[in-house]
């Protein structure tokens, strides 16, 4: 067996699991990790937060295959995956607005392991095997837990990350619309407990930015995008070899506006393997720091408190910030 699975004893987890519908959550580990190529010293991958899908499905992950023209746009959860999706697809494709309105994201940008956390009518493994290519695919996945073949074929990748505060209470929202049945404070409690998808959240953005020699991956913020989206395309550009004129960039960033994202419904849609039982939108606010509206000075206070102490390195701390 290529990994370890662990059953979550936290006494919150316990007490909690089945209101909260999360009672079918193990952590995974990944036994085998010598091909990851991280200048962490003597590092050992943590065990992450799945489903007890991930069982049905390790042969798939162990032997999909990774071509060198895949594009793979990866992430923690809720860290502005789409937006940055949507970016890397029309970059690399012409600026082909029209394609992009008139196709969904997911099936232009499919989710390499969805079947690993929610059920779904056809494998999201068979669904990637079966694009064309170039294939472009998205990952949650953390580093010790990518395809034995992405190490060999190393395809251009683009990572972004965000302020642990934005993304515990997006994930929150984009749970409670999905499947979780419990408060906002239980939700963080669970989530600064690394018991949330994908978790733990601050060694899946540090082992990313670890990696060494992989001149394939290009790094991103949510907030740089916020800031400064022109910038951040300039960037993209480059980092894919793509050249557009002004004119052409200018339109790029007007379709990547969020009141524009918004109203799109090829990118602000319902996965119908994940839909959504609240009625609300996938994408909500669009905003910096927009936690402070709805996180108590306490919870603030333990979020930050968290990233202090899982974060002992002062030099990953601009990561998180």
Not at 111 to 134: A, G, K, M
Not at 237 to 247: M, T, V
Request: net charge negative; with cysteine.
């Amino acid at each position: 067996m290529s990994f370890e699975y662990t059953e979550i004893t936290d006494p919150l987890y316990v007490e909690n699991k089945e209101n909260n519908a999360e009672d079918d959550f193990i952590m995974v580990r990944a036994k085998e990790y010598s091909d990851v190529p991280i200048s962490i010293p003597q590092w050992q991958p943590a065990a992450h937060c799945f489903t007890t899908r991930f069982k049905n499905y390790e042969k798939n992950l162990l032997t999909a295959e990774v071509y060198p023209d895949d594009v793979w746009v990866a992430s923690y959860p809720k860290s502005g995956t789409t937006w940055c999706q949507e970016m890397v697809w029309l970059i690399c494709n012409g600026l082909d607005f029209e394609a992009a309105r008139a196709e969904s994201l997911r099936t232009r940008f499919p989710f390499f392991d969805v079947s690993l956390i929610h059920d779904t009518q056809i494998s999201s493994f068979e669904r990637v095997r079966q694009h064309p290519r170039p294939r472009f695919i998205k990952t949650h996945l953390p580093v010790s837990l990518l395809p034995k073949s992405y190490w060999a074929d190393k395809p251009k990748t683009v990572y972004i990350r965000r302020n642990p505060k934005s993304v515990a209470v997006s994930y929150f929202h984009h749970s409670r619309g999905i499947f979780y049945r419990g408060t906002m404070d239980n939700f963080l409690q669970s989530f600064m407990r690394e018991h949330h998808f994908y978790s733990p959240y601050h060694a899946h953005v540090i082992e990313y930015h670890e990696l060494r020699g992989c001149d394939n991956v290009l790094y991103l913020s949510y907030e740089d995008m916020k800031r400064d989206l022109r910038a951040v395309v300039d960037r993209v550009c480059a980092f894919f070899g793509k050249s557009y004129k002004e004119a052409e960039l200018q339109q790029l960033c007007a379709h990547l506006s969020f009141e524009s994202m918004r109203e799109n419904k090829a990118v602000n849609y319902e996965d119908p393997n994940v839909p959504r039982k609240d009625g609300s939108q996938f994408m909500r606010k669009g905003q910096l720091a927009s936690w402070a509206e709805e996180l108590s000075p306490d919870m603030i206070d333990a979020l930050d408190q968290w990233t202090h102490q899982m974060v002992p390195n002062e030099e990953h701390r601009d990561l998180f910030e």
